[in-house]
């Protein structure tokens, strides 16, 4: 069974970092690509960046270019986020999502291509 488990949140000052890890079990984790995404509180979930199946092709959101930085360790089966210059407007959960990668599957960072999906980790920006 496909399972998904994002660690790494917190309560961060504004310019601030934090680093995500996002630990798949269950899964070829060499086969999916992983994307991570986001919803603040009143909005809808929003894709922020996504990695190829073998790290070759990443893309980001247009707000957080610039500032993050996604990776993975295949043989850890896991997905880092790095956050940088953190903002307010960067608050919400973050949730990593996995799909084969048998096509451009980072081509948008879209909801609707990822088929699994973590429970989410908490990023509140406060100072």
């Known amino acids: 069974q496909l399972q998904l488990v994002e660690s790494g949140g917190g309560l961060v000052q504004p310019g601030g970092s934090l680093r995500l890890s996002c630990t798949a079990s269950?899964?070829?984790?060499?086969?999916?690509?992983i994307g991570w995404f986001r919803q603040a509180p009143g909005k809808e979930r929003e894709g922020v960046s996504c990695?190829?199946?073998?790290?070759?092709?990443?893309n980001y959101a247009d707000s957080v270019k610039g500032r993050f930085t996604i990776s993975r360790d295949n043989a850890k089966n896991t997905v880092y986020l790095h956050m940088n210059s953190l903002k307010p407007e960067d608050t919400g959960i973050y949730y990593c999502?996995?799909?084969?990668?048998?096509?451009?599957?980072?081509?948008?960072?879209?909801?609707?291509?990822?088929?699994?999906w973590g429970q989410g980790t908490q990023v509140t920006i406060s100072s």
């Open positions: 999502a996995a799909e084969m990668d048998l096509w451009p599957v980072c081509g948008t960072i879209g909801v609707d291509v990822f088929g699994s």
């Open positions: 269950g899964l070829t984790f060499g086969y999916y690509a």
């Open positions: 990695i190829s199946s073998k790290g070759a092709t990443t």
